[in-house]
């Protein structure tokens, strides 16, 4: 069975702060994809990054980054330089390559930033 | 522009009543989703399509069903609705056949259940 598993409920940092997300996922297949989507105050989902299980490389795009490793089975996603409209709900989610397109996904963490 | 509305935003009703939440999509996707959001819960499956007349169940189906008469539509049904289902409802698509595809997301659905 596939699970994921986002721990922090709810972080709380200052404007300027690094702050990382943790994301621990669990598939016996040996290929999947995971996802990161960002849930603003306004409700919509908005897709942020999918990585595959063939790529362990970490991805850089501004401010965001984010850390794939299969040894632990995690992809922690990391803010640098957090700011206030960075506050959201940010989900985990993976999908396996026969699954087509169904997404499993973790519980969320809320991201508050205070200025 | 190609998007994905769902209809109604918001709505209340009566434990018992028949729900009816309408998804439809102008990408030409095949794949189809709905999915409940709930606290604590993130986002759970209810069910999906992979193309007209395919329906299957997902984690969370019991109380609600789908149709999929063309490729453009997949209204949701709650047959008889409890304040259980209250929740926010997305409606999701994607091209198809591969694991890798982006799904994409409608703005929500706001059923409140009295």
């Known amino acids: 069975a596939q699970k994921v598993t986002q721990a922090q409920t709810e972080i709380s940092v200052v404007e300027k702060e690094d702050v990382t997300l943790d994301c621990v996922y669990e598939?016996?297949?040996?290929?999947?994809?995971l996802f990161w989507y960002k849930q603003p105050p306004s409700g919509e989902l908005v897709f942020l990054i999918r990585?595959?299980?063939?790529?362990?490389q970490n991805e850089i795009s501004g401010r965001y980054s984010w850390n794939f490793q299969k040894s632990t089975s995690s992809f922690n996603f990391t803010i640098t330089a957090s700011q206030v409209v960075d506050s959201a709900v940010y989900f985990c989610?993976?999908?396996?390559?026969?699954?087509?397109?169904?997404?499993?996904f973790g519980t969320g963490t809320r991201l508050q930033v205070f200025p | 522009d190609a998007e994905i509305t769902q209809s109604p935003r918001h709505k209340i009703t009566e434990t018992g009543r028949q729900v009816t939440l309408a998804c439809h999509q102008t990408?030409?996707?095949?794949?189809m989703f709905w999915y409940r959001q709930d606290l604590g819960h993130g986002l759970r499956l209810i069910h999906y399509s992979y193309g007209v007349q395919d329906t299957n169940k997902g984690e969370v189906s019991d109380g609600y069903s789908v149709s999929r008469s063309n490729t453009e539509d997949l209204p949701l049904t709650l047959e008889s609705a409890a304040s259980s289902q209250t929740s926010v409802y997305f409606c999701?698509?994607?091209?198809?056949?591969?694991?890798?595809?982006?799904?994409?997301f409608g703005a929500g659905s706001r059923l409140t259940v009295l």
């Open positions: 989610a993976l999908s396996v390559s026969y699954n087509t397109d169904k997404l499993i």
């Open positions: 999701a698509s994607s091209p198809g056949s591969s694991g890798a595809n982006v799904l994409t």
């Open positions: 990408w030409n996707h095949n794949n």
């Open positions: 598939t016996r297949d040996t290929t999947y994809y």
């Open positions: 990585r595959n299980s063939f790529d362990e």
